[in-house]
C-alpha cells in the first residue's frame, strides 16, 4: 500500500499539485526473513527409505537424497552436475555452485 500511495504523491508531485514529497523519510517495513523447515531426522530416514525398492531408479534417486541432504546441495546444483564432476579415484565430487563458487 505504501508503494501505491508512493507512486500517486509522486505523480501528483511531477503534476505540480504537491511542492515536496509528504513521505519523504517514511521507510518501509521490511518483510521477515524466515529460515526453511529443517527436516527431523525421522522424516529424513523416511524419505530415504522410500526410495528402497532395489531398482536402478530407486538407488538413483537413494543417492541423490544423500547427497542432497549430507552435502548441502542446492537440488539446482544436484542435477546440473555433469560426469566428470565426479573424481571415484579420490572419492571427491567437485560442485560448482552460486557465483561460479567450487566447493
Do not use: F
Amino acid at each position: 500500500m505504501l508503494s501505491a500511495v508512493r507512486r500517486m504523491l509522486g505523480w501528483a508531485q511531477a503534476e505540480g499539485w504537491l511542492e515536496h514529497d509528504p513521505l519523504e523519510g517514511i521507510t518501509a517495513p521490511k518483510a521477515p526473513r524466515n529460515l526453511p523447515r529443517v527436516l527431523l531426522p525421522d522424516e529424513t530416514e523416511r524419505l530415504i527409505a522410500a526410495c528402497e525398492d532395489g531398482s536402478p531408479l530407486g538407488r538413483r534417486d537413494r543417492a541423490m537424497l544423500e547427497m542432497l541432504y549430507g552435502a548441502g546441495l542446492r537440488v539446482s546444483e544436484l542435477v546440473g552436475l555433469p560426469l566428470a564432476s565426479v573424481d571415484a579415484r579420490s572419492g571427491l565430487l567437485r560442485v560448482v555452485g552460486k557465483g561460479r563458487k567450487e566447493r
